[in-house]
């Protein structure tokens, strides 16, 4: 093969003009994709423009989690601390560059078989990219402004959430070394579609508070009421710190809430809609951060009163290359994110396995036989592997992105070396700092503008679980409702246990003030747990699955046929009544017919309505 057959491939499989050609809304002419699978040698061209799409297709994603900790959880209003959300936003991109290519190219462990009886791997071997895991994201939030309250220093409590991190991920380590059938008995169908859809529950309203000016400002907006503007009390001043009015959004301070805000965000969801009709293949499989770009370019030639909405401070301010470690948080240990923590690897245990049955349907491989169990365990290895090594990047915990199977499935690449190209670019653009700087610069309500599409998407993927389950099943039907009615509850209101903003061991349901150290400690812990709708609502739907008997299937069986056979009788009867006219007479004869007709259908409807079955 020619050096220009390596670079550019040969063959009318490598069609570049379709990937860039637009769609026409509406039209009837489509253009074929031909589908390369797992083992296929991508040229390094196309290798390396398939990779950029899954690039852009996560690095929206990748990046928030980091960027929202170090922003609103780790810094302090209002926020000056630039160069700690740029560095984190560097880690993010080279970790899950890093863990991506060790996921995609897959290693046996060495003295496996001796050991364990059967090869164990590191990786799934598929066109399967990692990223900063959404999942943390609540628990770093809240544990680490406990920390706070208590007197921590923000980087400090950040490096003993990295601590916890590293241990907790021992359990995934556990989950992966046992047989792929027994995880799957102990994390079901109705347990992942439940811990799936609160998740996306509680991001979306996560995103909706960058929307509206920031998460903070959100957060306080009760400052803005009209009975605590003026005073609070006996006329005591309400406290500035933390304040209603949002400053993340450039050199504008407007209240949260406020019309520009909300005009800006909604022009990334109508660019996001300007895609789907429009884009060619290549912008629908980026379409996150095409619109995120194009409302960056709204704020940037907008202004309020001459103030920009763009902070191109930022950008200069950001160096030119950057690596891990230019900045070290410790590594430490807090107790009482130990159980929320745990909760949350067994919640992306269930989310890896769901991801890897995806990726092995849009890359048209089986999802059964012992490849695919090889691949779920390699998998959930890598998980946790590259979770602890993400935590010694300093950076936040890692897992597969299930977004990007929409990528293979739209563009029909599965090969692996779109994967390796993936890696490569997420690396570049962490090493070339300035992007962290354009991306630190972005308004807060833009970048809800996409997040909370993005967040949404997880909530989707939910529901598209619960598609796949028998929810007519009363014991399905029961596990859900009750799971998702207390996870969603405190997900909604999460202050029956959580402490508000800027007001510490004040929830009534355990205020805690005058306790010991270790007494506290223990309490943040609960707090953490049943505020955290997904992990109180994943554990409630893991409990009952255990506990709950199966459905009777055989009885609701015989009820059916016996029903089934009652809705033929009655059918057969109707025809009977209907086929003796010297019964009725004249016109009388008409209206019974009709009658009966009338009657049978009444009656037909109503069987059928109660037992579909039939």
Not at 168 to 188: D, G, M, N, R, Y
Request: charge should be negative; hydrophobic fraction near 45%; glycine fraction near 10%.
């Amino acid at each position: 093969m020619g050096i220009k057959a390596q670079i550019l491939g040969e063959g009318d499989g490598y069609d570049y003009s379709t990937l860039c050609m637009p769609s026409v809304p509406w039209g009837k002419k489509r253009h074929p994709i031909k589908f390369y699978p797992l083992d296929e040698p991508l040229p390094i061209l196309l290798s390396l423009v398939m990779g950029l799409q899954h690039a852009f297709a996560m690095v929206g994603g990748l990046i928030t989690p980091p960027y929202v900790v170090a922003k609103f959880t780790i810094d302090s209003f209002p926020f000056p601390n630039v160069e700690l959300q740029q560095y984190f936003i560097v880690a993010a991109l080279i970790t899950s560059g890093v863990c991506t290519i060790i996921n995609v190219l897959r290693f046996e462990i060495p003295f496996s078989k001796k050991i364990f009886g059967r090869s164990l791997f590191i990786g799934s071997g598929l066109l399967s990219v990692m990223g900063t895991s959404f999942t943390f994201l609540p628990i770093f939030e809240i544990a680490i402004r406990q920390m706070k309250a208590d007197g921590i220093e923000g980087t400090d409590a950040y490096g003993k959430m990295l601590g916890t991190s590293m241990l907790c991920a021992l359990f995934e380590v556990f989950f992966s070394c046992i047989p792929a059938k027994v995880v799957q008995k102990i994390f079901p169908p109705v347990v992942s579609a439940v811990t799936v859809t609160l998740l996306g529950v509680a991001l979306t309203g996560t995103g909706m508070k960058y929307w509206g000016g920031g998460v903070v400002c959100g957060e306080m907006i009760w400052k803005e009421h009209s009975q605590v503007v003026d005073s609070v009390g006996f006329g005591l001043p309400v406290s500035g710190v933390p304040s209603a009015i949002c400053t993340g959004n450039g050199k504008v301070a407007l209240p949260y809430g406020s019309a520009e805000y909300i005009g800006l965000g909604f022009s990334v969801l109508c660019f996001l809609v300007v895609i789907e009709l429009f884009g060619s293949t290549f912008m629908k499989n980026c379409n996150v951060m095409l619109a995120l770009l194009f409302g960056y370019m709204i704020a940037g030639v907008s202004n309020y009163d001459g103030l920009a909405y763009v902070d191109k401070q930022k950008i200069a301010d950001a160096p030119a290359i950057d690596f891990l470690w230019t900045m070290w948080f410790g590594i430490g240990l807090y107790g009482p994110a130990i159980v929320p923590m745990l909760i949350a690897y067994i919640v992306t245990t269930v989310e890896t396995i769901g991801d890897v049955t995806a990726t092995h349907e849009v890359s048209e491989l089986p999802t059964d036989g012992e490849e695919y169990k090889q691949r779920i365990q390699g998998s959930l290895m890598a998980d946790a592997l590259c979770s602890m090594l993400a935590s010694l990047f300093t950076s936040m915990p890692n897992t597969t992105f299930s977004q990007n199977n929409g990528v293979i499935a739209m563009t029909k690449c599965a090969s692996r070396r779109a994967g390796l190209a993936t890696g490569f670019w997420l690396i570049l653009m962490g090493v070339l700092a300035k992007i962290a700087g354009v991306i630190t610069s972005i308004p807060d309500c833009v970048l809800g503008g996409m997040t909370i599409f993005l967040f949404c998407n997880v909530f989707v993927s939910g529901i598209t679980l619960f598609g796949n389950l028998n929810v007519k099943n009363r014991r399905i039907r029961f596990i859900s409702s009750l799971s998702l009615a207390v996870g969603i509850g405190v997900t909604v209101w999460p202050y029956a246990f959580l402490d508000m903003r800027g007001s510490s061991y004040t929830a009534a349901f355990w205020e805690c003030k005058d306790c010991t150290e270790t007494m506290k400690g223990f309490r943040n812990g609960v707090s953490i747990f049943l505020s955290t709708g997904y992990c109180i609502g994943s554990v409630i739907a893991i409990f009952l699955n255990l506990i709950l008997p199966e459905d009777p299937e055989k009885d609701v069986e015989e009820e059916d046929v016996d029903l089934t056979v009652k809705y033929e009788k009655d059918i057969e009867k109707s025809d009977v009544e209907k086929s003796s006219p010297e019964d009725t007479g004249g016109v009388a004869e008409d209206e019974a017919d009709e009658g009966a007709k009338v009657e049978t259908s009444s009656e037909e409807v109503d069987i059928i309505a109660d037992h579909p079955e039939a």
